[in-house]
Each structure stands twice: as C-alpha cells, then as structure tokens.
C-alpha cells in the first residue's frame, strides 16, 4: 500500500549537515504518521523522530535540538534535516509509516511499512 525510498545520505565531517528524503508512494499520504529509525552495525534499530499529519513530531534524546523532521504532504515526502553531526551518529537511516495514531509511536515493531535505507557516515 506504501513504498518508500530515502536519499540523501553520504559521508559528512563531524559538525557538517546533511538532509535526508523519504519519497512514498501512497494516495493518502496525510493518513500515515512517518518516522525515522537508524541502526548502527552491530545495534538494534533505534528510533531518531516522528512526525504526525498535522506536523507534531517528538525527537530521541541523542538528536533532539540538531536533527529536525518535516513533511510535505502534497508532494508525499518526510524529510530528516540533521545539523551538528556526530561520529555517533553513523548508521543506516531508515523512513518508517504507519497508519496515524493518537500517540507518534517509537518502536521499530510499530510501523509495518519501511524503505530499503540510506548511509550516513560521519567522520571524527
């Protein structure tokens, strides 16, 4: 019912930027609550952000302040603009939907639908 390819990942300095996009194929996009998890090699998939149809979103404590989710319901995208990066933050980054909810959720095994993923890699 959902696709979802991200891009936008690379290698970026410690302190650089980066924007990543999640780009879904969905006729009622506005319906589903997005997010975003990474996984490091070696860690569980872990919950960064999510962001509900009308642009509420709640953060994880390791990004909150330098990392920003956003939506852009008609062009059926969610975006992850993160600032001030981290060498911890090197992980495959992963956009996540699901049906909205009353409650943005941040567990992995909350959302059914899932793109293939984006690197992010940054150097010390």
């Known amino acids: 019912q959902v696709q979802l390819v991200e891009s936008g990942g690379g290698l970026v300095q410690a302190g650089g930027s980066l924007r990543l996009s999640c780009a879904a194929s969905?006729?009622?996009?506005?319906?589903?609550?997005m997010a975003w998890f990474r996984q490091a090699p070696g860690k569980e998939r872990e919950f960064v952000a999510a962001?509900?149809?009308?642009?509420?979103?709640f953060y994880a404590s390791s990004v909150k302040g330098r990392f920003t989710i956003s939506r852009d319901n008609d062009k059926n995208a969610v975006f992850l603009q993160m600032n001030s990066l981290k060498p911890e933050d090197t992980a495959v980054y992963y956009c996540?939907?699901?049906?909205?909810?009353?409650?943005?959720?941040?567990?992995?095994?909350?959302?059914?639908?899932w793109g293939q993923g984006t690197q992010v890699t940054v150097s010390s």
């Open positions: 996540a939907a699901r049906g909205s909810s009353f409650y943005l959720r941040s567990k992995s095994s909350d959302y059914n639908y």
């Open positions: 969905a006729r009622t996009f506005s319906n589903y609550d």
């Open positions: 962001i509900n149809w009308s642009g509420g979103s």
